[in-house]
């Protein structure tokens, strides 16, 4: 996102994205955490807050515990595949 790691520390998805992309990941992210079963999703990114880039996004969980487990994710920038497409 061409960001620096403290730039992320302590704020959330809606300080970097519009709303309405924001929405469908976490739509996506919830599926995942309430069915247990991974997901792959073309999404869309925005860059350096200008360039609205194309990724693949592959969501999934890792259980911890019995209490506890995270939201695991890969995400690939696809742009230049989908250009050529």
């Known amino acids: ?9 302590g704020k959330n998805d809606y300080e970097f994205f519009p709303k309405e992309l924001v929405d469908i990941y ?3 992210d919830d599926e995942v955490m309430r069915t ?8 869309q990114v925005l860059y ?9 996004t592959k969501k999934s ?4 515990s019995e209490t506890e487990k995270l939201l695991v ?11 050529i497409q």
């Not at 996102?1 to 520390?9: N, P, Q, T, V």
């Not at 247990?36 to 999404?43: D, F, R, Y």
């Open 48 to 56: 350096n807050n200008d360039d609205l880039r194309d990724v693949l």
């Open 73 to 83: 994710g890969v995400v690939r920038d696809i742009t230049e595949k989908k250009r």
């Open 1 to 9: 996102m061409g960001l620096k790691r403290k730039d992320f520390i």
């Open 61 to 64: 969980i890792a259980i911890l």
């Open 36 to 43: 247990g079963v991974s997901n792959e999703n073309e999404e």
């Open 26 to 28: 976490w739509e996506k």
